[in-house]
């Protein structure tokens, strides 16, 4: 039986995490589960699965998670430092799917003490890969990635680094993949939000309709496989069906195939380096006819150009971008400025960032760095980038 921890258990990808655990129960003794603010699905996830703790983000919430979870003899527990502190107990497994920036710290702290870190935090990654990688290196922790892109990438590279040529990371092309630069200078949150395929939250939902969830993905890239921005592409796939490809140098490429199911990647992550049944969707491509792929507009989508800018500058600039990137949509939510002008406030937030002194070894200068960019996104809107 395998010790495992779930952080992020209420959002989407510790749902699904919470699904497959929960039906094999005599594999897996749950350590400690966490969620952000819904205390009713995270005490019904901790009875589930019998977890040792269950801590809730907001300190204001505990006496109710206490009362959820009364009479059951699993703690409860809340706030930064609590949960911090569950990351800190040893387990064989474990899912860090915190969203946004909150979740790096929470992912360095798995890293120093667990087996295995399954990685669903984004910003993990982008704004301290690095570090990420080297507290892996040192506490020799395997950290396999979840986001479906990148679960495809490991799956087809397979341990065939050295003959990797490119990389090909495929987008659905969201709500304005045919509409004009002059309708996107117009477009509202509403029409943002309405993805083609998916129905997924707002923030998640106007990050792939700006191809800043792209971005961050292609970020993600370069820090998980070590591969130059040259060796990155992005192609339009509307279907979804493939998720990645990795091309050789004999000229072969290996494609990862698949349902639009959450529950593939982090059962691939769960049960590595061996794979099991999962309840996932068996693809009919009889049913599913042709699939097709085109290349996509960087003026119409500059978020594509601004990461490759990004991994170029290196050091603190992962940060930096994922800062300014996360205000100027704040901003969009609130009407202050218009989504193209979303790319425009993270090109000038770049374009303030100091490469010479960017020493990112350090989990303090990573979040000095998103600090910093932030306040300058709110300058750049005001004065117009």
Do not use: Y
Request: glycine letters at 8%.
């Amino acid at each position: 039986m395998r010790r495992v921890s779930v952080f992020g258990a209420t959002g989407s990808v510790g749902q699904n995490t919470i699904d497959l655990i929960a039906r094999r129960p005599d594999d897996f003794d749950v350590v400690a589960i966490s969620g952000g603010a819904n205390v009713a699905l995270l005490a019904a996830q901790a009875k589930l699965l019998r977890a040792d703790l269950a801590v809730i983000a907001q300190d204001d919430l505990l006496s109710d998670l206490q009362d959820a979870l009364a009479g059951t003899g699993i703690q409860a527990a809340a706030g930064r430092c609590a949960l911090l502190d569950a990351a800190a107990i040893p387990v064989d497994w474990a899912m860090s799917a915190v969203v946004g920036f909150a979740g790096l710290e929470i992912s360095l702290a798995i890293a120093k003490n667990t087996r295995t870190l399954a990685l669903a935090n984004k910003e993990s990654l982008v704004c301290g890969g690095a570090l990420l990688q080297k507290t892996c290196a040192d506490h020799q922790t395997r950290l396999l990635p979840v986001d479906s892109e990148h679960s495809a990438i490991f799956q087809c590279i397979a341990g065939a680094d050295k003959l990797v040529e490119r990389v090909i990371l495929t987008a659905s092309g969201g709500p304005f993949l045919k509409s004009s630069l002059a309708a996107m200078e117009q477009a509202t949150p509403e029409q943002a939000v309405a993805h083609p395929n998916w129905d997924m939250g707002q923030r998640i939902s106007i990050d792939s309709a700006s191809m800043f969830n792209k971005a961050m993905e292609v970020l993600e890239t370069h820090a998980l496989f070590d591969v130059t921005p040259d060796q990155i592409e992005v192609i339009i796939h509307p279907q979804s069906i493939v998720h990645s490809m990795v091309g050789f140098t004999d000229g072969a490429i290996m494609a990862h195939l698949g349902p639009a199911d959450m529950r593939g990647p982090i059962g691939f992550a769960l049960n590595w380096p061996e794979r099991a049944d999962l309840p996932v969707e068996r693809l009919d491509f009889g049913a599913l006819g042709a699939l097709s792929f085109q290349h996509l507009d960087p003026v119409q989508f500059p978020a594509l150009g601004l990461a490759e800018q990004t991994m170029q500058m290196g050091g603190l600039a992962g940060a930096a971008f994922n800062a300014a990137k996360e205000a100027a949509l704040d901003l969009f939510l609130a009407r202050q400025i218009g989504f193209l002008d979303m790319a425009r406030v993270v090109r000038a937030v770049l374009a303030q960032t100091d490469v010479a002194s960017n020493d990112i070894l350090c989990v303090e200068a990573v979040i000095a760095a998103d600090a910093i960019a932030r306040v300058k996104a709110g300058e750049a809107a005001q004065k117009g980038f």
